[in-house]
Structure formats: structure tokens, C-alpha cells
């Protein structure tokens, strides 16, 4: 136990430094709600940012202020009204939502200055009434028009921290309440941002960590607003959006510096592969096997052994690291077996290993497999959850009843290609 204890360990630093010098000097865009901020945890994630920072990670900040709003308009006995969750902000209620949302942008800076993190708030918004919709008139509610690139570069450049209130102006100096979301994601957008994070009271949509583009554009839910807003973000350059639980400790770290992480990610690139495995790949699926052979659920395979039918096997991998394999022994009968399935003990809940076996059926289906089995000791529950039907001996090839261990006493499952 202490051992696996420490080679967790070992693991987790591996990966910190992987992904600290993989995002130096890259930028990432934190939309935080305001929930988040008045929150508990919002010290420690102040101290995260704050490293992630003195790591030489470029980050900018948009606050939401909704909740401080509303308790501001309502100390000064101001009205208002909201349409589908958007405030319809007048011009009686602009001044009182302008000092509400630099209020939070303060709380912001002051608690970077705590970490010796020099920030600064800017108007670098250039907004557009939101106008009349179906017959509302939204009046001072605005959408971001555009984003001031060149000057926020220069902030960026000279190692100052972004903030920006949910506000913006027209080219007459005319200010409109903004969607802190909205924001977030077109500053990601004109930056080109390498991740932005909707950092509020979300948990892991559907229980889903990751979406590719495709999968989000379907997805209908919770959160589906940002989502849509990631999948926007993504199809205009920006590479990952997460969206993720600020109440839990650590969470931002977790998802940057963990393979796996904590929240939801919607990805605009090949974020999972699945490849053939190559020699070099030997010594981490071996590693990726061990705890499997040690409870007996694999057979033990050597390095000479797994050269000889390399090309059968495949690899899944995320961000350059395995995190499964497996491998199809397809013979000129028609016949396949699928062996040496295993996913590493982080990643057993990410569909790792259902989407290799996913792989080497469509596989065997190009080269004409008739029938694809299995043998397995302590996972029958989830084959036949997959669609593998149980099976016996005289199911099995001659090649393959020929090696049948009987002491082993695997149970067989098939399926027809």
C-alpha cells in the first residue's frame, strides 16, 4: 500500500511539471460567479490563481457581481426587473450596478495584492445596448461589441493581472451592464486564449468530464448556457473550456495540473486518441497492466511478448500520456480475441477503456471479423454491460481452445461482428 502510495505521488508531480512547462507564458481566462467570490473557499482560490501566476501562467479575471448587485439595489430601494435571467438595467439602476460590479473588481485585486500579485482594473470593453427583443426594450443592458486587444496585450505583457467589471462603454462613454460570461468568453476569444474557466456552482455536467464539440452541441441540461458559450469560444480559437465547482478546495489545480480533472471540458482538438502502440510505448502499458496481472485479472506479458504482436496493440492517450490499451488478435478464420485491456487506476470512470474496445471492434469489422471474444476472470459484468454475450468453449476457435486454461477457468464472451 505505502508503495502504490508513493508512486502516486511521484505520478502527480510527474504531471505538474508536464503541464507547468507546457502552459508558460500561455493565457487563461477565469469567469468567477459571484457566489464563488463571497464563498468560503474564495481565499484559497485567490492563492491558486496567485500560483498559477508565479508559475508563468498569464491570467485575466472577470468577476460576476449579480448577487452584490442585487443587494446594492436593493440598500437603495432601486427596482428591478430580469427577462429569461437578464437584468434589464435602466438608467436609474446603471450607477448603483456600475459600484456594485467595481466593488467586486476591488475585492478581486486587493485579495491578489495579499499574494504580492500586482493587478489592475481596466475598461477595455467596448459595448452596444442589447436593444429591443420580441418587444423588451433591455435599455442599459448591453452585449460586448468589442475588446480592446492591443492595450490589454500591454498589460498582459508588463505582468499585470486583467480585471474587468461586468461594464462596458460605448464609444460615447455611455455605460451598459455586461454578462460576465459573455465577457469572459470574448476575451478568450480575442486573446486566444489557450483555456477559459466558468468557475462557479456547477458540478460535473451529466457526470461528464470531458465534450468534444460535437457532444456539446447536443447536450441539453444544466449549464447548457455555458456550454453553448464553450462551444462558441471553441470554434473561434480557444483550445479548452472548463466549467467547473469553485466550493471545492483546490479545484482549479486539480483540473490544470491532473489529466483527468475535476470539471467539465469541452475541447476544440484531439483530446483523446486512440493509436497504434509503438515500442516505445512498452514500458507504460506494462506499467498500466502490473496491478491488473497482480489481482489476476490479466496473464503477465513480457517486453519480448508484447514486440511480437505489437501491431495489435492500440494506446489511448490524452495530452501525450497512456491511459489505456488494449489489443485485438485477429486470425485468418474470421476469428478475434480482445486481450490486455487495462486502464490506469485514475482514468477508470473517463470511458477510456469501453472506447478501446469501441476501437478494435471497428477494427476487426474492417478486416472482415466474423466474431470477436473475450476471456476474462473478474469483468463479466462489464462486458456483458457493453454487449458481449456469454459464451463457452465450443464457441471458441480451434487456436483458441487449444490454449484454453483450464485451471484459469475464464468465462467467454462473445460478439458478432
Same mark, same amino acid.
Not at 365 to 375: H, P, Q
Given at each position: 500500500m505505502k508503495r502504490d502510495k508513493l508512486?502516486?505521488?511521484?505520478?502527480?508531480?510527474?504531471?505538474?511539471?508536464?503541464?507547468?512547462?507546457?502552459?508558460?507564458?500561455?493565457?487563461?481566462?477565469?469567469?468567477?460567479?459571484?457566489?464563488?467570490?463571497?464563498?468560503?473557499?474564495?481565499?484559497?482560490?485567490?492563492?491558486?490563481l496567485a500560483m498559477l501566476k508565479e508559475s508563468g501562467i498569464n491570467i485575466?479575471?472577470?468577476?460576476?457581481?449579480?448577487?452584490?448587485?442585487?443587494?446594492?439595489?436593493?440598500?437603495?430601494?432601486?427596482?428591478?426587473?430580469s427577462i429569461d435571467g437578464i437584468r434589464i438595467s435602466t438608467s436609474e439602476t446603471i450607477p448603483f450596478i456600475k459600484m456594485a460590479a467595481f466593488d467586486v473588481a476591488n475585492s478581486?485585486?486587493?485579495?491578489?495584492?495579499?499574494?504580492?500579485?500586482?493587478?489592475?482594473?481596466?475598461?477595455?470593453?467596448?459595448? !452596444?445596448?442589447? /436593444?429591443? $427583443?420580441?418587444?423588451?426594450?433591455?435599455?442599459? +443592458?448591453?452585449?460586448?461589441?468589442?475588446?480592446?486587444r492591443d492595450p490589454l496585450f500591454k498589460v498582459i505583457n508588463d505582468d499585470l493581472v486583467p480585471i474587468f467589471p461586468c461594464i462596458g462603454w460605448n464609444s460615447l462613454g455611455k455605460p451598459y451592464n455586461i454578462s460576465s460570461r459573455d465577457l469572459a468568453s470574448s476575451i478568450s476569444i480575442t486573446l486566444g486564449s489557450s483555456k477559459l474557466f466558468f468557475i462557479g456552482e456547477h458540478d460535473k455536467l451529466g457526470g461528464v468530464s470531458q465534450m468534444s464539440l460535437k457532444e456539446a452541441k447536443q447536450y441539453r441540461g444544466y449549464a447548457q448556457g455555458l456550454v453553448e458559450l464553450g462551444v462558441n469560444a471553441c470554434e473561434n480559437g480557444v483550445t479548452r473550456v472548463h466549467?467547473?465547482?469553485? !466550493?471545492?478546495? /483546490?479545484? $482549479?489545480?486539480?483540473?490544470?495540473?491532473?489529466? +483527468?480533472g475535476e470539471g467539465t471540458m469541452i475541447h476544440s482538438n484531439a483530446y483523446e486518441q486512440i493509436r497504434p502502440m509503438i515500442n516505445?510505448?512498452?514500458?507504460?502499458?506494462?506499467?498500466?497492466?502490473?496491478?491488473?496481472?497482480?489481482?489476476?485479472?490479466?496473464?503477465?506479458?513480457?517486453?519480448?511478448?508484447?514486440?511480437?504482436?505489437?501491431?495489435?496493440?492500440?494506446?489511448?492517450?490524452?495530452?501525450?500520456?497512456?491511459?489505456?490499451?488494449?489489443?485485438?488478435?485477429?486470425?485468418?478464420?474470421?476469428?478475434?480475441?480482445?486481450?490486455?485491456l487495462a486502464t490506469d487506476l485514475s482514468s477508470k470512470t473517463n470511458g477510456s477503456g469501453k472506447a478501446i474496445v469501441d476501437y478494435l471492434l471497428s477494427r476487426g469489422?474492417?478486416?472482415?471479423?466474423?466474431?470477436?471474444?473475450?476471456?476474462t476472470t473478474k469483468t463479466s459484468d462489464w462486458f456483458e454491460s457493453i454487449g458481449f454475450k456469454k459464451g463457452?468453449?465450443?464457441?471458441?476457435?480451434?487456436?483458441?481452445?487449444?490454449?484454453?486454461?483450464?485451471?484459469?477457468?475464464?468465462?467467454?464472451?462473445i460478439k458478432k461482428v
Open positions: 508512486r502516486e505521488s511521484v505520478d502527480l508531480i510527474r504531471e505538474v511539471f508536464f503541464y507547468t512547462r507546457r502552459f508558460k507564458n500561455q493565457t487563461f481566462v477565469f469567469q468567477i460567479e459571484n457566489s464563488i467570490i463571497e464563498g468560503e473557499n474564495f481565499h484559497s482560490l485567490i492563492k491558486d485575466v479575471i472577470v468577476p460576476g457581481a449579480h448577487d452584490h448587485i442585487d443587494r446594492i439595489l436593493k440598500q437603495y430601494n432601486v427596482q428591478t426587473n478581486i485585486m486587493t485579495s491578489l495584492s495579499r499574494s504580492k500579485i500586482p493587478a489592475v482594473i481596466g475598461n477595455w470593453v467596448h459595448a !452596444r445596448g442589447k /436593444g429591443v $427583443i420580441k418587444g423588451i426594450d433591455y435599455q442599459e +443592458t448591453g452585449v460586448v461589441d468589442k475588446i480592446y466549467i467547473i465547482d469553485g !466550493r471545492v478546495e /483546490g479545484i $482549479i489545480l486539480k483540473e490544470i495540473f491532473s489529466n +483527468t516505445d510505448d512498452i514500458p507504460d502499458v506494462l506499467k498500466i497492466m502490473k496491478p491488473y496481472i497482480e489481482d489476476g485479472i490479466l496473464l503477465s506479458r513480457t517486453k519480448e511478448q508484447m514486440e511480437e504482436c505489437l501491431h495489435d496493440f492500440v494506446v489511448y492517450e490524452i495530452d501525450n500520456k497512456i491511459h489505456a490499451c488494449g489489443a485485438l488478435h485477429l486470425k485468418e478464420d474470421g476469428f478475434g480475441e480482445i486481450a490486455a469489422e474492417e478486416r472482415n471479423a466474423k466474431m470477436i471474444f473475450v476471456l463457452n468453449i465450443d464457441d471458441l476457435p480451434i487456436w483458441k481452445k487449444e490454449k484454453y486454461n483450464l485451471e484459469r477457468n475464464s468465462r467467454i464472451y
